[in-house]
């Protein structure tokens, strides 16, 4: 081994995790400048990283590198891990192979392809002595769409996979001045730089074992790719987390609230995007996460830090069974029979309890907060009193929902406030049918809504920073 290398036991750690790694490694600027202040990247490498046009191939191309960047590369690899929230990969790496009793059946049938420009074949490693012939082609070759699920589909996934429009990539269009000097009165504070923290949850694969009727959600990962890419221009950090288990969830979201520099920002998004029933999403281990657990860690009881900034939430998943197949517009003048049904989990009151924080500091009584404030939650479906409906993705473009979301935000938030954002963002999906010919899906329905308990307009205020 050459002395500027990385050690073979780190290499070998990297060429056992490369599929999980490729599949569930975020880098985004936070992990490449850690890199960078560790001189394990010189600025061209990180140019290079970023410039890939999807996660999947960034996570390759970051990966191709670090054993060719010294002995140091893997210890600063996994102290960058731990700064971008990622600790399950950094303790995934460092686990011995004796603990997973998994480990020799994973790199005995992993098939592996070497990047364009080198050997150009295809090779089934079955000994870690056949790996090291190739040591610089440990990693699977990067594609667009993911790990191809491993089983048959046991049952008709609920979330359908139809055609639809691209998401655009048009740059979020700036704040005016004066138009921020003409509504931040009577606004929430917008003006905190980062604006806030957001935290993205995308499950795609999930458990075969644990979960066999979950279905992979083939796109998923164009959703959470299409968040990050956007509320990072809204000027939020972005940290996005793949695959958890429902325990996992609640620890990440958990750690989320705990943040104390929520003090320091204006406001806070997380999206959660998976399978899912009414008031709960699925984790990959097939558990249930309720979504009322959710809103309540954001309450202003559960995270003080965040009181009286608005808090939103983004729920891309189905809510129930039943596929909306639409129903014939009268003829006449155009008019609709929308369905108008509220969901309060977002905006409900609970009973706080009455102890010495609601007293001053010469007893005189502080001002009460409702249990629940300022949080506004966006749902890719409906739920009414008699339906339950389905979301609708697209496997190569991801979800309608996310899809309408990005084109608003990036169009309309330099001068639309969010409630005004998310009824654009119900037009649109209106308008939306499914296209599958010769299946029940042809034509079907999707319906979004969104409940609020803002108390104020929610504007973005995008790239303006006010001067003091």
């Known amino acids: 081994m050459l002395e500027c290398g990385m050690l073979e036991r780190d290499r070998r750690a990297l060429r056992r995790r490369s599929a999980v790694l490729c599949k569930q490694l975020v880098v985004d600027e936070l992990l490449i400048q850690s890199l960078q202040a560790e001189d394990i990247l010189t600025e061209s490498m990180a140019e290079s990283i970023m410039a890939e046009q999807t996660s999947h191939k960034r996570s390759w191309r970051l990966l191709l590198l670090l054993p060719k960047r010294g002995p140091r590369a893997f210890s600063s690899f996994c102290s960058a891990l731990r700064e971008t929230e990622q600790q399950h990969l950094c303790d995934l790496l460092t686990q011995s192979p004796e603990k997973d009793g998994r480990a020799t059946h994973e790199e005995s049938i992993q098939p592996e392809e070497e990047p364009e420009g080198e050997a150009g074949r295809l090779v089934m490693h079955t000994t ?38 691209s998401p655009i990539n048009t740059p979020v269009l700036p704040c005016t001045s004066d138009f921020y000097l003409s509504h931040c009165q009577q606004s ?19 458990d075969p074992c ?11 990962e164009v959703d959470d790719e299409v968040l990050r890419k956007v509320f990072t221009e809204l000027d939020y950090l972005v940290t996005v987390h793949r695959d958890l288990t429902a325990q996992g969830m609640r620890t990440c979201i958990t750690n989320f609230c705990r943040r104390p520099d929520h003090r320091t920002v204006d406001s806070c998004v997380v999206c959660l995007l998976s399978h899912g029933v009414e008031g709960a999403i699925y984790g990959t281990d097939g558990q249930l996460l309720q979504l009322d657990w959710v809103f309540e860690s954001f309450d202003n009881a559960h995270c003080p830090l965040l009181q009286n900034k608005p808090k939103m939430f ?23 029979c929308s369905p108008s049904c509220e969901q309060r989990d977002a905006g409900r009151e609970g009973q706080g309890d009455a102890d010495s924080r609601q007293r001053g500091d010469m007893g005189r009584p502080r001002i009460k907060l409702p249990q629940r404030s300022d949080m506004i939650c966006g749902f890719a479906s409906l739920k009414g009193q008699r339906i339950c409906t389905a979301a609708m993705r697209n496997t190569k473009r991801g979800s309608w929902f996310i899809q309408e979301l990005n084109t608003a935000l990036r169009l309309h938030a330099r001068e639309t406030h969010l409630a005004d954002i998310l009824v654009q963002v119900n037009g649109r999906i209106k308008e ?37």
């Open 128 to 165: 870690e002595k056949k790996r090291e012939r190739f040591v610089d082609s440990f990693l699977p070759h990067p594609t667009q769409e993911g790990i191809a699920p491993k089983r048959a589909r046991t049952h008709e996934s609920m979330e359908f996979s139809l055609d639809a429009d």
């Open 188 to 206: 929430y504070r917008m003006n905190s730089s980062p604006r806030g923290f957001a935290l993205v949850i995308s499950n795609v694969t999930f």
């Open 210 to 220: 644990a979960a066999p009727d979950l279905d992979p959600r083939k796109g998923g």
């Open 314 to 336: 983004f729920i891309q998943a189905c809510r129930g069974e039943e596929m909306d197949c639409g129903v014939e517009q009268i003829d006449g003048p155009v008019r609709t």
């Open 432 to 468: 939306r049918e499914g296209y599958a010919p010769g299946t029940a899906h042809h034509r079907c329905k999707e319906m979004s809504e969104f409940t609020s308990s803002l108390c104020k307009d929610l504007y973005f205020f995008p790239k303006y920073q006010p001067q003091y």
